[in-house]
């Protein structure tokens, strides 16, 4: 891939890199537009950040779209993201596919229209082989909802207390098989989490930045991967302990 010269090329990259695209609603107030174009926005600037992602390298990108929490929005804005949702497998998918985007969701499709239901599902299994980049995408997701999803499947199977183990516990949450995100990032200046990850994000790195997620772009993106390829990993050790792995 040519990067720009001069360029500062990031030392480490993250292997799975998850967003809260979060500062839509502001983006559009500051233009005197709906709340709707600024996801519309938000939705346009995916692509360059999904093929700024396979440039630099990231093998899985998580975005969460829609939360367990966001059906509490004003009717007009849920149904605006569920049609969002539609469009964009109905208008991107062949291109994604193409690029070798392999498509994942993770929440619970349960409470969305059969059709649309099924849309999502018939996406996942045509892309099922791609291994460019796998986009996650979290809709109708929750973190507490998982770990309890995964609570319940668990006590069914008639697990024993002592088999419990992370290891365990992570077979049965959405994301199995993906490993735990590097690196998380939000957009717009808040400091939440906002249930997002909150079991596999543990050990996660995090940026934070003020710029709305309809401006994040490839350079945003770029300087996030640098401030992240500086970080130290400790994962509970001492720094020498960390160094010396
Ligand atoms: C948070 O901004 C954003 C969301 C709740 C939705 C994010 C969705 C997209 C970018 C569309 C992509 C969708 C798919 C299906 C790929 P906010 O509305 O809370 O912003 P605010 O805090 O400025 O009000």
Redesign the pocket.
Known sequence: MIFKKQEKLPKRVPRHVAMI???????A?ARGLP?LA??RA??EN?RQIIESCVEFGIEYLT?????TE?WGRPLEEVQG?MR??ED?IDRELPELHKQGVQLRHIGNLDRLRPELRQKVMDAIQLTKDNNRLVLN?A?NYGGRDEIICAIQQIIEKGVRPEEVTEELVSQYLYTVGVPDPDLIIRT?G?LRGSNFLIWQGAYAEWYFTPT??PNFDREELRKAIEEYSQRERRYGKTGSQAASE
């Not at 975005?63 to 939360?67: C, G, L, M, Q, T």
């Open positions: 695209m979060d500062g839509n609603g502001r983006w107030l709340r600024g996801h938000g939705t995916l975005i969460y779209a829609f939360s966001n993201l969002i949702l964009v995408v809709f717009s808040e709305f997620w």
